[in-house]
């Protein structure tokens, strides 16, 4: 079979699965079956493939046609132009949080220190420090497993010695007025919610810890916030991720005393999705 073949094989049997993207889906996972770089993908694909190759790539496709997630099926996702090792154990990283990271590296201050709460692969904090090598790092998560994957990520972009991995809920690890800027993407869907409204991916497969936060979606963020405002320092900055239509219930919970300088930044999509508070000086 030729490679061309193969992709549109894998191709027809994830459009009837109902995948958002079946041809880079098929093209992806023809890769990774191959070993196979895209430029030499591109310049094979009359070319027959191995009866081995194929075995797997089609392996490959059933895992995605059951909805597996391509990233926790490929073990990569890419995020802030670097290439972050995933597994089941933590977040697939979504291009809206690199928000977060552009904002964490404008508002740094030169030397300061900054915590990634619920850091799951490290992606905020190895993208924050990999752009501002003169800043201390610190990322938190409750999860062994996700630790494990941050810190291998943080190996693999050079930046272990500028990241600190810590196992501890949130902020709770930290000393009162320690830090100069908090980034954090916490759990925010609601487990009221109907939850046929997140996508199969997610439901089936990404970590629950990760996702769901009270029948308002809302817990961690309140804890969030209260160790926020005790771990920063004066005119340190708050950034979070929340989610789509929780913006004025999050801003309300702001105590005007400790906080000011409070905005809801938007993604791409026009969506409100991370608040950017200041401690108070």
Known sequence: MQAIEAIREGLAVLQAAGCSEPYRDAELLLMQAAGWTREHLYRDLQDPIGADVLDEYRRLIGRRQSREPISYIRGVKEFAGLEFD????????????????????????????????GTGSGNIAVAVAFARGDLRVIATDISPAAIAVALGNARKHGVKDHVRLVRTSLLQCFRASCLDLVASNPPYVATGDDQSALMEEVRAYEPAVALYAGKDGLTQIRILIQQAAACLKPGGWFLMELGMGQGRAILDMLDGRLWDDASLLEDLRGIQRVLKARKRP
């Open 86 to 117: 995933v597994t089941p154990d933590v977040l697939i990283p979504r291009p809206e949080t690199e928000l977060i990271v552009e904002k964490a590296i404008e508002l740094a201050p030169r030397g300061g220190v900054l915590a990634d709460a």
